[in-house]
Structures are given as structure tokens and as C-alpha cells.
């Protein structure tokens, strides 16, 4: 079962300037670490509003599957949730339609099981096993 939301993921060409220009939104926000996740050859950032997180995904390569979005101006890319059991809440998204596209660990999560997922209406899910 989904236990809380927890951020939404946006493709951006520049964390520094996305974070710059989320700054004037909300001065206060919360900046976490800069993540490298290699696998999938981007760099990820969140920033925090008050209990809420912006994931900044930039493409650190051409070959990134995610740089093609970009240049199409696909900024929103997912929303990201956190699970208890991933594999038993994957295996009932699934029975309802939805799609998996890949399952992961990341460092972005202290390597923690993550998985991708296509809903219905064709929209990104990641779910994040806590």
C-alpha cells in the first residue's frame, strides 16, 4: 500500500538554475545533497517546501533517455511515493492496469528498492520502498 506522496520529478537542462529559480518561490526551501545516479546517467536534487519535495532531474548525457524529453520541453516527469513492499504493491498496480518499466536501487534513497511504473493515463509513477 501507498504509505505517503513524496515528491514530483521534473527534467530540468540546470539544477543551479532550476534551484535559482525556485528560490524566488520560496527562499526558505530546503536543498538535499546532489545525487549522481549513474545507471540512468542523471544528476537528481530535492528541494523542499514545507514537507514537500521537488525532485530536479537533469540528464548528464546525449545518451540519457531522459535528454530526449528534455528537448522537447517535457519539464513534468513523475510523482514519487513511498510503499512498505514494493514487490507486493508493483504486483498490484499491475493487476490494474498499470505498467512496469523498471525496478532499481538508488542512492537518491540510501539504495533503497525503487520502481517506474506507467498508470492508465500513461503518467510516470516511481514507487520507493522505505
Known amino acids: 500500500m501507498i504509505t505517503f506522496f513524496h515528491h514530483i ?19 526558505h526551501g530546503i536543498l538535499s545533497e546532489l545525487y549522481k545516479i549513474e545507471d ?3 544528476n537528481v536534487q530535492f528541494f523542499e517546501i514545507n514537507g ?5 532531474v537533469q540528464p548528464l548525457s546525449e545518451q540519457s533517455s531522459l535528454y530526449k ?10 510523482i514519487g511515493v ?14 490494474e492496469g498499470y505498467r512496469k518499466i523498471n525496478k532499481f536501487r538508488s542512492s537518491a534513497f540510501d539504495n533503497h528498492y525503487c520502481c517506474f511504473l506507467y498508470n492508465l493515463e500513461m503518467h510516470l509513477i516511481e514507487l520507493i520502498e522505505k
Do not use: S, W
Not at 524529453?69 to 513523475?78: R, S
Open 9 to 27: 520529478g521534473c527534467l530540468v537542462h540546470n539544477i543551479d538554475d532550476a534551484i535559482a529559480d525556485y528560490k524566488i518561490l520560496h527562499p
Open 40 to 42: 540512468q546517467l542523471v
Open 52 to 56: 514537500t519535495y521537488i525532485e530536479f
Open 69 to 78: 524529453l528534455l528537448k522537447k520541453n517535457a519539464g513534468f516527469h513523475h
Open 82 to 95: 513511498f510503499t512498505d513492499n514494493i514487490d507486493m504493491e508493483i504486483d498490484r498496480l499491475e493487476k
